[in-house]
């Protein structure tokens, strides 16, 4: 006798592989969101500890839509957030592709850029507001800072890692050093490049955060602080969502910028 | 013609050396420091050899007998330590770019579509992209790669990277080919395919080849003459004018004469390996 196998789909339910992606960490955040708000409207945390999800949110809506004070703060953040990082881009790729190069230039830098990489960053804050004061250009420096480092190894890296086959070959058909770094050295250390931008970008926002908690009279590491100095914790756990949004979606755009690449990888 | 030379002979010249040959080196010397334990070493020693334009001439040669490396001479990558190298009568290393190299290895650069490749050459001389591109089409049609311009070379076969490979360097019409084995990463049959289409592009193209190979057969079905280099310090032992009709379809490789000339060559090499064996003592094969 012959039994007929049950057809497969009767069996448990099954989601696409993209669709888990989305759902679980979203089911997460839901549970996340209703315990948080069950235990703070419950008087389980102290309101002081822990603001209720909804208040955050109010908070929000608040500070976007009905009074919109979070604005000014926002600008302020991204204006020195962007100037700084784009420095820092600019000045790692170049200074990366210079020392990468010529084993001179790596002699002399290397050293400087091992110090750059131990010197905790926030221990030259008192300094730089000698130099710049209070203001943009304090924080500015301080956020290109932050992130130079990281674009100048990366690129460094990818430069030095740049295979000697593909020189010679640019070499024997009369390269000059130009086409040189636009044909063969910028294209192939173009991967580590990126990871290099995206370290940068993260970096660069705790800079901005860090800078505006120390020395500065606007922005949203200015507003979170004083939030927490005033026991305002909806508002702090408002401006945190707001970073973590911005970093999250900067890391998504570098992704993207990384994927365009692709093509030509095996 | 067969003029095959001992190696105490001194002198080798078959072309005569009246300034009419496109290539001629006389008296090539190469001596570098091996990096392992910086004895200085001689790679190649009076090596004497003229090419005439047109010419089809492959080098054999026990392995490390300095023939990839009188290639890179030629290419003017590397500066002899002695003698000389004259295209077109003068020195190598005061003519810009007359040459191309089809590289062992395809070497295409994995960021770039075939046809930015292939006008690669062109592109280094500062002709725009656009126009560069325009230049390398018909070279891209001729190595067959019409419909695969537009993939990245990790889209493309092996045998198919190095038809890419000779249309780049074709593309900024050398004068003097100059090819690395560039075949010996292939698979047997991609191989011979690619002999064929070689030489279907130079007879349409014809233009002076010189062609490195450890494939005795490869330099037979290829070449009008073929250079036997001894073990090293390399020099020619041997310069075999084959005279086989051309064209040549593959069925050449079948016939007595074919296979006459590849065992005269074979033995010439195995003699140098022999000598270059007992030199050292046994102790370091040449192979």
Redesign the interface.
């Known amino acids: 006798m012959t039994t007929v196998a049950a057809p497969a789909r009767a069996g448990r339910f099954r989601m696409r592989p993209g669709l888990e992606r989305v759902v679980y960490p979203l089911g997460l955040a839901i549970t996340i969101i209703v315990v948080w708000e069950i235990a703070t409207r419950g008087g389980f945390i102290k309101r002081i500890l822990l603001a209720p999800f909804s208040a955050v949110v109010g908070s929000l809506w608040d500070g976007f839509v009905v009074r919109g004070w979070l604005w000014p703060h926002i600008a302020a953040t991204a204006s020195v957030w962007i100037v700084g990082y784009l420095l820092a881009v600019a000045a790692g790729i170049a200074v990366g592709l210079l020392v990468g190069m010529s084993s001179r230039a790596s002699k002399i830098a290397q050293p400087w850029l091992n110090a750059i990489y131990v010197t905790p960053d926030i221990a030259l804050v008192p300094i730089f507001i000698i130099w710049f004061g209070i203001g943009f250009q304090f924080k500015i420096w301080y956020v290109f800072l932050a992130g130079f480092f990281f674009v100048a190894v990366n690129t460094l890296t990818g430069v030095k890692a740049s295979e000697g086959?593909?020189i010679?070959?640019?070499?024997?058909?009369?390269?000059?050093r130009r086409?040189m770094i636009a044909?063969?050295i910028l294209?192939?250390s173009?991967p580590y490049i990126i990871t290099g931008l995206r370290q940068a970008a993260g970096r660069s926002l705790v800079g901005v955060v860090a800078a505006e908690f120390v020395a500065s009279n606007t922005g949203l590491g200015f507003m979170v602080s004083v939030a927490g100095q005033t026991f305002d914790t909806a508002r702090v756990m408002a401006g945190i969502i707001i970073l973590v949004v911005a970093g999250i979606g900067t890391a998504e755009i570098l992704r993207r910028v990384e994927r365009r690449?692709d093509?030509?990888?095996? | 013609m067969v003029a095959t030379h001992d190696r105490r002979d001194t002198h080798v010249t078959t072309a005569q050396p009246d300034g009419s040959a496109l290539l001629e080196a006389r008296g090539v010397r190469m001596d570098y420091e091996r990096r392992r334990d910086g004895q200085i070493v001689t790679a190649i020693e009076g090596l004497d050899l003229s090419v005439a334009e047109g010419e089809f001439v492959s080098i054999v040669g026990p392995s490390g007998c300095g023939k990839t490396t009188f290639l890179r001479i030629v290419d003017g990558q590397v500066h002899a330590t002695g003698g000389q190298v004259l295209l077109d009568g003068r020195p190598i290393e005061e003519v810009r770019r007359d040459r191309a190299m089809v590289f062992q290895e395809p070497l295409l650069f994995p960021w770039f579509s075939v046809v930015r490749n292939v006008a690669y050459g062109l592109e280094c001389q500062n002709v725009p992209i656009a126009e560069a591109a325009r230049r390398a089409e018909p070279y891209i049609e001729l190595v067959g790669l019409a419909k695969f311009k537009g993939h990245y070379p990790h889209e493309l076969s092996g045998g198919m990277q190095q038809r890419a490979n000779l249309a780049r360097a074709l593309t900024v019409n050398p004068r003097l080919l100059l090819m690395d084995e560039p075949f010996s990463a292939l698979d047997a049959q991609t191989r011979e395919l690619m002999q064929r289409e070689l030489l279907r592009i130079w007879e349409e193209w014809k233009r002076t080849v010189l062609f490195v190979t450890h494939q005795i057969g490869e330099a037979v079905y290829l070449s009008d003459r073929v250079i036997v280099m001894s073990g090293a310090p390399g020099r020619v032992v041997a310069d075999i004018r084959l005279d086989l009709p051309r064209p040549r379809p593959l069925e050449v490789k079948r016939t007595p004469r074919f296979q006459e000339y590849e065992d005269e060559i074979w033995h010439l090499i195995e003699r140098q390996v022999v000598i270059n064996f007992e030199q050292s003592g046994g102790g370091e094969a040449g192979l």
């Not at chain 1, 010679?168 to 000059?176: C, D, I, K, M």
């Open positions: 086959r593909y010679r070959v640019a070499r024997h058909f009369g390269a000059s086409k044909t063969v294209p192939g173009l690449f093509r030509w990888r095996a």
